[in-house]
Each structure stands twice: as C-alpha cells, then as structure tokens.
C-alpha cells in the first residue's frame, strides 16, 4: 500500500498544481468558506436540472462530504469560481467508505477488489453561468483536480457513476469500461452506471497534454455540465 494513503488526502493547504498555460485557469482545494462555495454550485447546477429536490438552505451536500477521505476541489477561470468536483479515496487499510459502494458494491468487487485502491469522481458541476462557455478546456481542468488527485495518493483504479449519455464519451475520452447496468445514485434523481478506468497514468498524460497545448486542443461547445 502507498504510504501517502495512510493520511488520505494532504492537507487543504497543500496548493494544486497549476497548468500555467491554461488561460487564466487555476484549481484550489476548497476549505472552510470556500466549501460554501462548492455546496452552493452544486444545489444550484443540479437544482436548475431538477436533479434533486428543493432545498431551503439552498445547499447541497452529503453525509461524505465531512469524511477525511474526500476532498472537494473549485477550479477558478480569472479569479472566479466556475467548477467543481469531488475526489472519495478508498484505501483498504481504512475503514472509510465511498458513495459508489453503496450502489455498485458487488461490480466494484468483483472490477477492482476492495483490496485494491482506488479513487471515486464525483460531484463535477459546472457554475450555471458558465455552462455554455469554456469548451473542453474548462472540463478539462476540473477533471484534473482528481486526477492528479489519484495519481498523488497512489490510487490504483479510478470509478465513477457515470450518466447513461456520458458512458460513450468517458470512453472514448478517458478510456473508461463499463461495469455494471444502471441503478439510481445516492441523492439524485437520475441513473448511472459503474465505469472503471486502470489506467490512470494515461488519463493524467492526456489532461496534461491538452491543458499545455493551446494548438492541439478543440474548445467545442461542452458535452456536459453535471455528473
């Protein structure tokens, strides 16, 4: 087992790599008010979708979200907060849970083993005003808050519940398999399936990639907003 998931994850502290080149793009581990942040978007960009229910607080959050296992991230684009995603470490040396084994236990046990680790994506919003601006860029340097995430805590697999209409485009994109039928997830009122990727190494070459190279990459209209 990798060392650095005897602690999860580092402290909120612990600045994100940047993508110098990514204009004007910069991601941020949230903490204290900035989860505020991060609550606020979420209710307001699945809310808006009719994703959840009507919430007073106008806030949404879940009973992971104070675990020392998961991390929430806020990708900034000239200073203002635009996105976010969500990060669940499953190290087998711990008795800390992750969302996706409340729905997928028997898949993920029998695609990775919970002797194995891995690390749950989660949570991905797009701030609704700037859900048709950013292209893949903007997704893509959300996206890599976990990967990085991953590939720093020695994660070996990376899962995610992934929307009927986003499994084609996870595999094509991140090389991600399918690994289970459809099943509603906690909270939310749409389905997902159990997608698996073992190469992380690869997913995070790829981001790195694109995000350096201004040339190279397709700022298209987004393929999503919310996951």
Known sequence: MNNVLENEFASANTPVRQHQMSSGYTNRVA?????????????????GKEFIEESSSKLFMDEYDGLSNSRSYLTFKNQKAIGSIRGCIYDPGKDLPIPIADVFYHEI???VGFDRSMLEINKFVISPHFQR???LRAR??????VVDAAVEQGAEFLVAGV????????KSMFGFELASDLRSYPHLKFKTALMVCTDIASV????DRKLVNRK???DSLPRYSVC
Request: glycine share 10%; hydrophobic share 25%.
């Open 204 to 207: 995070k070459r790829k981001i």
């Open 31 to 47: 903490s204290g008010p900035l989860l505020d942040t991060v609550f606020k978007m979420r209710y307001e960009s699945y809310y």
């Open 163 to 170: 929307r009927e209409e986003h499994i084609e485009y996870n």
């Open 140 to 145: 893509f340097m959300i996206y890599s808050n």
């Open 216 to 218: 190279g990459f397709n």
């Open 133 to 135: 601006r950013g292209g």
């Open 109 to 111: 046990e029998k695609a």
